[in-house]
């Protein structure tokens, strides 16, 4: 290539990062962009961005000490919103749409989260399934990672030989149930205590919503049950 195309190619590169960079900015937007993760959010959340950059890395550092991997084959897109957008809102304030592969190869897809920031969580005094507050950091650290560290969960899969078991071949409880052990007993110290001790509790007061063992081990609530019963199994063996 000649000094005047190579000069041309750079060019042209920066054209189009400036009129990418003034187009999100244009629409209010700031994104960062970490190897296996971008983070979208509106400009002047920088509270949020940091929220979110915190819990991103620390399910990371939960996949590598826990599932001895790193994500280096994805890459998600994970949207902070500041108002309930679709179907993400005050009662499902995470979704996590994965994935799909891009022509690098890499498996894609996208994180709906409805920021910590959001002028809803303080507008109305919500409580989640357990009956704890929404309003905190606490709340949202677990949804962040319970919809990041599945990402963890697949890498696991992807790192089996061929024919080995299916992750999500398993059942839902177990599924679910995982997602939200890792993000009770592994977000914050107040989840770690607090929230475990409500969801055991939680459990001993639903028996019935355990049902064995005829057709399998079956559960009325996939997540707090799923993961409460997984908390029994951590304990236990």
């Not at 994500?71 to 994970?78: N, T």
């Not at 891009?102 to 399934?129: H, Y």
């Not at 560290?149 to 030989?161: E, L």
């Not at 007993?185 to 770690?192: A, K, M, V």
Request: charged residues 20%; negative net charge; contains cysteine.
């Amino acid at each position: 290539m000649s000094p005047d195309s190579r000069r041309l190619r750079c060019a042209c590169v920066l054209a189009a990062f400036v009129a990418l960079s003034l187009t999100a900015e244009s629409q209010g937007q700031k994104t960062l962009t970490p190897p296996h993760y971008s983070i979208l959010t509106r400009d002047g959340a920088d509270a949020d961005l940091g929220f979110a950059r915190r819990w991103l890395d620390a399910a990371e550092e939960l996949m590598a000490a826990k599932y001895h991997v790193v994500p280096d084959g994805y890459h998600i897109s994970v949207n902070v919103l500041y108002r309930p957008e679709n179907d993400v809102d005050v009662t499902q304030s995470g979704q996590n749409r994965c994935c799909s592969t891009d022509n690098q190869g890499r498996k894609t897809g996208t994180i709906f989260l409805l920021g910590p920031s959001a002028p809803i969580w303080k507008e109305r005094q919500l409580v989640s399934s357990l009956g704890l507050p929404k309003d905190g950091e606490d709340y949202h650290a677990k949804v962040l990672m319970s919809e990041y560290i599945p990402i963890g969960h697949y890498a696991v899969q992807d790192s089996r030989p061929a024919g080995g078991w299916r992750y999500y071949s398993a059942p839902e409880w177990f599924v679910q149930g995982l997602q939200e052990y890792d993000a009770i007993y592994h977000t914050t110290e107040t989840n770690r205590r607090q929230t475990a001790d409500t969801l055991m509790k939680w459990a001993r007061q639903n028996e019935g919503r355990f049902a064995c063992c005829s057709n399998g081990i079956e559960l009325g609530d996939v997540y707090n049950g799923g993961a409460a019963f997984l908390a029994f199994l951590a304990a236990e063996f």
